[in-house]
């Protein structure tokens, strides 16, 4: 190791110290005031006088060519004043060791244009000649470039010197027309006996950009579609922000393809300006891009976005080879399908576009181009809708009509506001700003007007298109379809129907029962099953449960032995045949209850509506008066209770005549069952 020490800057008047001032001391095995330099002269370390800071290559020596240190072991130079007898040291502790030659590069592999870091580790501040391979004449090979060298004596061979730490770091520059094959660098220097090697090649990588797939490949003019992608094999050079360059191609638009913002303007080779560029961001590791259709002005058809990562056009990047391509292959594209805006809505097939006044009413609907969105509110729109019906005419709307990937959504109007609503047919009209974003009729000429709405108008010139005045739900409906289908208007509607009924519950009458026969109250209602409107909200009702006796017992006992598991039920599901929801409660038990007259009652507390049916239980022993039209009820499902066996006597029997003129059918076989139960309920 060959050292100097020096004091590092100091603000001692050296200039006016008279004599020497200042010695150094090795402090090893022994302890020494002299070195070997190295030129091989002793030197005296003591009476010094000139600049501690100043280099002298007088005192610079190795350590392995003095006697009073070891190799492997701890060794400290003192620096001391001796100046007036002040004797003040410095000491600066050190670990003697062997700096062998070694090469070290910060990769095996480099691509073309790229950088590679050579370390040399040796003796600090011994000069070291390092070279690369020299190409022959044509040939562009990997040089030295950027500097860390102390000479440079061709781009190919330069001279170094390590630090203090034992090492220097060169830059080996890979040119972009470089051979594809491998390289060795060596150095030689103090204590290298042979040269020392290391070896890199140069691979065929070149920086490549990804276009992610998008999720879905159809869309509605107006739509914003998320472009993005990332890049691979990025050169060290290039760490920073890095241009992507896109434009489309398709119906209509230039040959050589036009910017994602101007359908009319035609993009130019090397004119950066005329293309819309991004950026890749090497923090994130993407690129991206939000591509606005509502301000490209186009026909429908099928549209193809083209990346690149340098400013080309389609004519010469369409082919392999091409002077835009990527290392010879095409730049990525993706297909997009655009169409014109639409709407479509519907009611929830559990509801079957009717509804009781007091239960939500809901519908879903699919809106698609980015209706009403100003690129202020972000990913949210506007709609609007009208309900008319008997002596109601109503506008809404939602300003903030959320604009997820497929656009859909939906309206939940409250219980009260069908509670208020008078019971017959109701038509309701989606309205969608249509491919200009805007909507050219609106209620009331105010854009965000709700409720009661009296008169539409245009929005150009504040003109009424229509009095709603005095026209009936029917005819207040068309008149607006027939604003919204004039020549001069681009926004799109949709028109459905829907029913408010008053609130029904049919309780189905249970019939006779004998006390120890299972009770099942069942029947069917308009209101509400199970179901969850576009927010979330639960429109189920549920139906609450009770029994009364209606006969007068003491102290109320008839009502404190019937026991009801369940109380409560929801609708099950629409039947669109009967238009209702049938609904049931789980069996109950009547053994512990007294004979007599029983009132059913069901309450629905969401939409304040309740209906009664009576029915007698007789006493045991008691013949039921069923017809066989009970017989046929689809409702009871009723069973008798085991019971223990009663006493045992002769019963009363008289024969019943069965037809002999044909074979026993559906009636005989009711007969049958009638004669066996008559017996049955004799014998008991």
Request: overall charge negative.
């Amino acid at each position: 190791m060959g050292v100097q020490f020096l004091l590092p800057e100091h603000s001692l008047p050296v200039s006016e110290f008279q004599g020497s001032w200042y010695e150094y001391e090795l402090q090893g095995d022994v302890k020494t005031d002299s070195i070997v330099n190295t030129a091989g002269t002793l030197v005296s370390l003591k009476d010094l006088s000139a600049d501690p800071a100043a280099p002298d290559t007088r005192y610079v020596f190795r350590l392995s060519d003095q006697s009073a240190v070891s190799r492997n072991s701890q060794a400290t130079m003192v620096f001391r004043m001796t100046m007036n007898g002040l004797n003040h040291e410095l000491r600066y502790p050190f670990t003697v060791q062997d700096y062998p030659l070694e090469l070290e590069l910060s990769g095996e592999t480099a691509a073309r244009g790229d950088d590679l870091v050579l370390t040399v580790q040796g003796t600090p501040f011994m000069l070291y000649d390092v070279k690369l391979p020299v190409p022959p004449a044509g040939e562009d090979y990997p040089r030295f470039e950027g500097g860390g060298w102390h000479e440079k004596v061709s781009d190919y061979h330069v001279r170094a010197y390590p630090e203090w730490d034992g090492k220097v770091r060169l830059k080996i520059t890979i040119p972009k027309k470089a051979p594809i094959t491998s390289y060795r660098v060596s150095a030689t220097g103090p204590g290298a006996v042979q040269p020392v090697h290391a070896t890199f090649s140069i691979d065929q990588r070149v920086m490549t950009v990804i276009f992610d797939e998008p999720k879905q490949n159809q869309y509605a003019i107006g739509d914003t579609i998320k472009l993005s992608g990332t890049l691979k094999n990025i050169k060290k050079s290039d760490s920073g922000f890095i241009p992507i360059y896109l434009f489309v191609t398709g119906p209509n638009l230039p040959p050589n393809g036009a910017p994602l913002t101007d359908p009319n303007r035609e993009v130019v080779d090397d004119a950066l300006d005329t293309f819309t560029v991004t950026y890749y961001n090497p923090v994130l590791g993407v690129w991206e891009y939000d591509w606005i259709t509502a301000q490209f002005s186009c026909d429908e058809g099928t549209y193809t976005v083209h990346a690149n990562l340098q400013p080309t056009g389609y004519r010469k990047s369409c082919y392999p080879g091409a002077p835009g391509s990527i290392d010879g292959e095409v730049p990525p594209s993706w297909e997009y399908e655009l169409s014109s805006p639409t709407i479509h809505a519907k009611f929830d097939e559990a509801t079957g576009g009717v509804f009781a006044r007091g239960d939500y009413l809901y519908s879903w609907w699919y809106a698609r181009g980015s209706p009403g969105n100003d690129r202020i509110a972000g990913s949210t729109g506007h709609m609007k809708w009208y309900i008319f019906g008997p002596n109601f005419k109503y506008a809404d709307c939602n300003p903030r009509f959320p604009l997820d990937d497929d656009g859909s959504y939906g309206i939940t109007h409250s219980r009260n506001f069908t509670y208020d609503l008078s019971p017959g047919d109701y038509f309701i009209v989606y309205h969608h700003p249509g491919p200009n974003n805007r909507f050219d009729v609106l209620p009331e000429n105010n854009l965000h007007f709700r409720g009661h709405v009296r008169e539409l108008f245009n929005v150009d010139d504040g003109r009424v298109l229509v009095n709603l005045g005095n026209l009936d739900g029917r005819s207040a409906a068309n008149a607006m379809v027939d604003a919204l289908d004039s020549v001069t208007v681009d926004d799109i509607y949709m028109m459905d129907t829907f029913t408010v009924e008053d609130p029904l519950i049919r309780i189905r009458s249970p019939g006779e029962l004998v006390v120890g026969d299972e009770l099942v109250v069942e029947g069917a209602t308009n209101l509400a099953g199970k179901g969850t409107t576009a927010d979330g909200t639960d429109v189920s009702d549920t139906l609450t449960l009770t029994i009364t006796s209606l006969d007068l017992h003491g102290s109320g006992k008839a009502n404190t032995v019937m026991k009801i598991p369940v109380n409560y039920t929801v609708p099950k599901k629409y039947d669109p045949i009967t238009g209702l929801r049938p609904f049931t409660y789980d069996p109950i038990d009547t053994n512990s209850w007294y004979p007599g007259k029983y009132l059913i009652t069901i309450t629905c507390k969401d939409v304040n509506h309740k209906e009664t049916c009576a029915f007698e239980l007789l006493s045991e022993g008691n013949q039921r008066n069923t017809t066989v039209g009970e017989a046929q009820n689809p409702f009871p499902h009723r069973t008798q209770a085991t019971r223990a066996p009663a006493p045992s006597v002769e019963p009363e029997f008289t024969p019943i005549s069965l037809p002999t003129t044909q074979s026993p059918g559906f009636e005989g076989l009711i007969a049958v069952t009638a004669v066996f139960g008559v017996l049955l309920l004799r014998r008991r």
